[in-house]
């Protein structure tokens, strides 16, 4: 069955970075489309970013575009999210996504 770990959240200063990784099994990962969504608290779903398995171009949210980078590493089976220029307002849990399935989440915080 498709399994999905997420890690590296974690509490950062506005205008610092952190990268996100999600590991993945139970599927052909090479060739799956992933998605990073977001919620924030008190907030509904939000998406972020998407990969596309087969060319690998990426489409972004405009709240996150030209600061975070989407990216697979396909010989590690894991889906990455870089992201820089932090601002309060990312503060959420980052889940990775294949379809309906999502992992457990990482939190990040941004706070000074």
């Known amino acids: 069955q498709v399994q999905l770990v997420e890690s590296g959240g974690g509490l950062v200063q506005p205008g610092g970075s952190l990268r996100l990784s999600c590991v993945a099994s139970g599927f052909t990962f090479s060739r799956a489309t992933m998605t990073w969504v977001r919620q924030a608290p008190g907030k509904g779903l939000e998406w972020i970013s998407t990969?596309?398995?087969?060319?690998?171009?990426?489409a972004y949210a405009n709240s996150v575009k030209d600061r975070f980078t989407i990216s697979k590493d396909n010989a590690k089976n894991t889906l990455y999210l870089q992201m820089n220029s932090l601002k309060p307002e990312d503060t959420a849990v980052y889940y990775c996504?294949?379809?309906?399935?999502r992992g457990q989440g990482t939190q990040v915080t941004v706070s000074s």
């Open positions: 996504a294949k379809g309906l399935n």
């Open positions: 990969i596309n398995g087969y060319d690998a171009t990426a």
